[in-house]
């Protein structure tokens, strides 16, 4: 039995390996072994600037209001020197209270804040 077992995991390793030695050597010979799929164009490129500054725009306007420098800013937030006038011309633009709307594939409820499934909070006496 001890063996079947032993055999039966060294298969399997062995698959594991296998499958990720192939998935590696799979993206071609292009240098730099990077994805196969060309960057974004057009109106995918504007959508995929505009998520990234409505994700990073609340962080760097909070950090330039507490002092941060742009170096610290680019560094902690990933973002170019270009982006931080443009965070900042963002959250000029939003309306007083704006909370960012969640995730693609989330679905909330309406008029509730609290994750689907919790239970209510218990009535005040």
Not at 74 to 91: G, H, K, N, R
């Amino acid at each position: 039995m001890k063996r079947k077992i032993g055999l039966a995991l060294a298969t399997g390793l062995a698959l594991l390996i296998a499958g990720c030695a192939s998935q590696s050597s799979s993206g071609g010979s292009g240098g730099g072994g990077g994805s196969s799929t060309p960057p974004p164009t057009g109106a995918a490129a504007t959508t995929a600037r505009n998520f990234n500054l409505a994700v990073k725009c609340p962080g760097v306007h909070w950090e330039k209001k507490h002092g941060w420098s742009d170096q610290q800013i680019m560094q902690q937030e990933s973002v170019e020197e270009e982006d931080i006038p443009a965070c900042e011309q963002w959250v000029q633009a939003q309306p007083k209270g704006y909370v960012p709307p969640p995730p693609g594939g989330t679905v909330a409820e309406k008029g509730s804040t609290a994750p689907a499934g919790a239970a209510p909070a218990p009535a005040p006496h």
